[in-house]
Each structure stands twice: as C-alpha cells, then as structure tokens.
T-cell receptor
Framework: GNSVTQMEGPVTLSEEAFLTINCTYTATGYPSLFWYVQYPGEGLQLLLKATKADDKGSNKGFEATYRKETTSFHLEKGSVQVSDSAVYFCALNYGGATNKLIFGTGTLLAVQP | SAVISQKPSRDICQRGTSLTIQCQVDSQVTMMFWYRQQPGQSLTLIATANQGSEATYESGFVIDKFPISRPNLTFSTLTVSNMSPEDSSIYLC???????????FGPGTRLTVT
C-alpha cells in the first residue's frame, strides 16, 4: 500500500546549521507530495508541495525536490533559526476520488541558539 | 487561503460521554476531512465529509463511534461517542480549498478523556 517514511527525530541543530529531513514514499503511480509543519501548540500548516517528478517546492527558505527515481522528497534548509523548531510531516496525496493525505510519523526539529 | 475554525479548542470529558466538535470555514468547499492525532503520533484520516452525501470512513473507524454531519458547504461536525481514555487525541478538520489535493487544517480540538 501507499506509505511515507521519515527519519526519526528528534533532530537537534545549532542556529545557522544546515537541515536535511529525509522522506521516502511507497506508492503506485505519481502522487503529489507535501511537507507540513506543526509549531508547538498550533495546528498543521502547509509548508511546501510538489505535484510531479523533478518539481521543487520552496517556502520560507525550505526546499524539497520530488525525486521519482529514488521515491524521495527530502526537506532542506541552508540556515535554520530557533523559530524553525517544530514537528515536520511529510505526506502524499493521490487526489481525485481518493483525495486523502497519508502522513509520515513526523520529525521533531529543535534548534538551539 | 481560508480561515478554518474549530470549537471547542480543548475539552476534558468523562468516560462514556460524547463530544461534538464543530468545524467552520469562511468559504464554500466541497471536501472536508476529519483527522485524529494521538499523543506523540502522526495524523490518521477518520473520514471524508462531502456535502449532500454520507461520510466515507477509513478502515478502523465506524459511523456509530464517529458520526459526522455536513449540512452545508462551510460547516461540519464530528461527534466522538461513548468516549474512553483511548479517544484522548487532537482532532483536526481540513479542507481541500482549491480542488488541488492540498489540504488546509483547522487549529485542532484537544480532547482528554478521564
């Protein structure tokens, strides 16, 4: 079946460090891929998305590229800030009649000053 | 984007009782969704609620336990019935705002069952 696998957390970084959170997926066909972020005590926010192979989603300095050959959608940021501390969820959605987000387990990022 | 609100934001309920959670959107949407996020866990889809039809439930979730209403294109309710401590979770509604398969979430309802 369809699934999303994320690297386990927590990920602890110093401010201005480079961030990578790995995400791979298992799916038939070509789903859309998403990264959502959940800040402490808040709901989920859509961070970025990519809808087809080789698309790069970007927002707030975060980037992720849809890699069909490796079935991956790794999240990266060149220089993290304390305010980036949150839980990050990778997800996929086929849309259409099966419009349903399938989430990874989430990765907690803690950025220290 | 849209403004999505949920009521209540949190509640503490006794075992065996029921709680109805409301989700309101400030624009008309076809598809609304209800998710559960158990403590320290990821999100799991409970059901999809389309206006004018019965909700579609995911495996492991049943209508008797989680009845859903969708009376119009801006509103939905989820009831958690006959609650047990295992129902303690955050319940979130979401909408597919643009028919583009990206979903936008409400702030969630944090439920604790004692």
């Amino acid at each position: 079946g369809n699934s999303v696998t994320q690297m386990e957390g927590p990920v602890t970084l110093s401010e201005e460090a480079f961030l990578t959170i790995n995400c791979t997926y298992t799916a038939t066909g070509y789903p859309s891929l998403f990264w959502y972020v959940q800040y402490p005590g808040e709901g989920l926010q859509l961070l970025l998305k990519a809808t087809k192979a080789d698309d790069k989603g970007s927002n707030k300095g975060f980037e992720a590229t849809y890699r069909k050959e490796t079935t991956s959608f790794h999240l990266e940021k060149g220089s993290v800030q304390v305010s980036d501390s949150a839980v990050y969820f990778c997800a996929l959605n086929y849309g259409g009649a099966t419009n349903k987000l399938i989430f990874g387990t989430g990765t907690l990022l803690a950025v220290q000053p | 984007s849209a403004v999505i609100s949920q009521k209540p934001s949190r509640d503490i309920c006794q075992r065996g009782t029921s709680l109805t959670i409301q989700c309101q959107v400030d624009s008309q949407v076809t598809m609304m969704f209800w998710y559960r996020q158990q403590p320290g866990q990821s999100l799991t889809l409970i059901a999809t609620a389309n206006q004018g039809s019965e909700a579609t439930y995911e495996s492991g979730f049943v209508i008797d336990k989680f009845p859903i209403s969708r009376p119009n294109l801006t509103f939905s309710t989820l009831t958690v019935s006959n609650m047990s401590p295992e129902d303690s979770s955050i319940y979130l509604c979401s909408v597919d705002l643009y028919g583009s398969y990206e979903q936008y979430f409400g702030p969630g309802t944090r439920l604790t069952v004692t």
